[in-house]
């Protein structure tokens, strides 16, 4: 599943389209693709893992790339788009993905204080959050779009590792400076997992994520599919402590 980096990387790559009006809408979304055509695009947003296209009419379309979604810009792929919207100039074209209609002014709609790669994160209003929630796992916390709205699996992985966290503790487990480390080292991981991205080196840079070994004790790696979000956690038990209530 696309992490909010590289939905921010695909809001950068089509930030030309703003300013043009929508010629034709094509694809299998369920939606009424009539409404779309005519409208000028405002702007080219993202919030977390969703990518937004702020329309004239105080309408907009939301695309979620869920886990195997992609999109084209300026080409087509050789199976039906979901979603494609056709210019004067230049085509957008989004595949296997989850697309919706959204009514009203985006800024109304989305609180992005909780996007950990917008200008507007807050986090302290994230820290709150977690302390609401104390006897979530951090595995599980990390995953929570409500509270880190951008973050996936990879940064999940890679930001417990780096703080030193097994992913079967627990929120309220956490001592004050953990939990700001936890905060703060999402939103930092995800500014260089974008960096990383952009230069095609992401993978040589994960500790954790989809490797064997830990980094620091050259010792093997533990794989789980772990919490209520089920998701594979690569942690080590050596060097990331188990914080609990008990």
């Known amino acids: 599943m696309p992490e909010g980096p590289s939905i921010v990387i695909l809001r950068e790559q089509s930030a030309a389209f703003a300013g043009r009006t929508i010629r034709r809408a094509t694809g ?131 930001v417990l590792f780096r703080i030193r966290v097994h992913p079967l503790s627990t929120i309220g487990a956490l001592s004050p400076y953990k939990l700001a480390q936890l905060v703060e080292q999402a939103r930092v991981y995800a500014f260089e997992f974008l960096a990383w991205k952009k230069a095609f080196v992401l993978a040589r840079h994960w500790l954790v994520h989809n490797r064997g070994r830990c980094p620091r004790h050259d010792i093997p790696l533990q794989r789980a599919y772990l919490g209520k979000t089920h998701r594979r956690s690569f942690f080590c038990l050596r060097c990331q402590k188990l914080y609990t209530d008990d």
């Open 28 to 158: 299998n979304a369920k939606i009424d693709l009539q409404r779309l055509p005519g409208r000028r695009v405002l702007a080219l947003r993202s919030f977390g893992k969703q990518f937004l296209v702020e329309l004239s009419g105080e309408l907009n379309v939301r695309v979620h790339l869920l886990m195997f979604g992609s999109y084209r810009i300026d080409e087509e792929r050789d199976i039906a788009p979901r979603l494609g919207l056709g210019f004067d100039e230049g085509e957008l074209n989004f595949y296997n993905c989850s697309v919706r209609l959204l009514e009203g002014r985006l800024d109304e709609l989305y609180d992005w204080r909780g996007d950990v790669m917008s200008e507007h994160w807050d986090p302290k209003l994230a820290r709150a959050k977690l302390r609401a929630m104390p006897h979530t796992l951090v595995c599980d916390a990390l995953l929570d779009q409500t509270v880190f709205a951008g973050v996936g699996n990879i940064i999940k992985n890679e």
